[in-house]
């Protein structure tokens, strides 16, 4: 089904990323992923639908699908990954302090989640059609001291912030809280979670953080592939209790991912576009 859907898009004279000249992974590209089976292309796209189906009936599912854009969006979207002479993607500068960090015009989004969280291994996966972009990851917790810059052309920013909890940098907070707090440009935050784990004490620390700023907030739960989907699901079923009791600001439904095995890459790169308003979307509810 999503085969035939896709191939009207994938028509000549409709430009499709197809990445550097540097190795892509295979995955890092829609229009690659397609080649796979209906199955496996709906967890790649919408990874919570996998998780549905062990859902009790009485359980409301409308907050996990607000957003779901068409396969044409998260085509469109795609193409603003890719770097070209004239829309260049880059690693741009690192900041220790706020006086530090660049003066940018165009929208900014930022990610932050505890040590070995997997901040890096996504902004990876989400610049992977663009690997020469040098983004360093490390298995060690607490490997980005600094606060580091992104630029995707002249659309938006991604940063990419030290993580909290062990081996944070001491000046985490006076380094992380002015950001958030002064930054004009910053259209969303990106607060990410271990869906392995759960929410942690010092996850419900940063959430509190976000709601006392009061500046729109988004959750990002990681490594949902390293652990069962009974462990996944009680896990996010909690972190949604937790949202719907304890936040504001917080957009309701949660985005999935898996660095690994890109579940859910697409559909944060188009949701990033959106919230930048670096495209504008046909339609973003379940067809």
């Known amino acids: ?20 000249q540097q190795s892509v992974h295979k995955l890092a590209s829609l229009q690659k992923a397609t080649t796979l089976s209906p199955k496996k292309v709906q967890s790649l796209l919408y990874p919570f639908s996998e998780l549905e189906g062990y859902l009790d009936r009485s359980v409301d599912r409308t907050p996990f699908q607000l957003f779901h854009p068409s396969l044409k969006d998260m085509l469109e979207a795609e193409k603003l990954y890719c770097s070209t002479p004239t829309h260049k993607i880059d690693y741009y500068v690192s900041a220790e302090r706020m006086d530090h960090a660049p003066a940018l015009k165009q929208p900014e989004v930022c990610f932050i989640g505890r040590s070995n969280v997997g901040k890096s291994s996504l902004i990876k996966g989400l610049f992977s059609l663009t690997p020469e972009v040098e983004v360093r990851v490390s298995k060690t917790p607490g490997h980005t001291k600094k606060m580091n810059f992104f630029r995707v052309g002249k659309a938006f920013t991604i940063v990419d912030m030290p993580g909290y909890g062990h081996k944070a940098p001491q000046d985490f907070v006076d380094m992380v809280e002015p950001y958030l707090y002064t930054r004009k440009n910053l259209a969303r935050t990106f607060l990410l979670v271990d869906g392995s784990v759960g929410l942690q004490r010092a996850d419900l620390i940063a959430l509190e953080m ?11 739960v990681t490594k ?22 304890q936040t504001t600001s917080c957009f309701p439904q949660p985005i999935l991912v898996s660095s690994l095995h890109f579940w859910g890459i697409y559909l944060l790169r188009c949701f990033i576009a959106h919230v930048t308003g670096s495209i504008k979307l046909t339609d973003t509810s379940q067809s």
Request: some cysteine; hydrophobic content about 40%; glycine content about 10%.
């Open 1 to 20: 089904m999503f085969g035939l859907r896709l191939r009207p898009w994938l028509q000549p004279g409709i430009r499709v990323c197809t990445g550097s």
């Open 210 to 220: 976000c709601e006392e700023i009061r500046r729109p907030y988004v959750i990002v």
């Open 224 to 245: 949902i592939d390293k652990c069962g989907q009974g462990a996944l699901l009680t896990n996010l079923l909690n972190l949604q209790d937790v949202v719907k009791r």
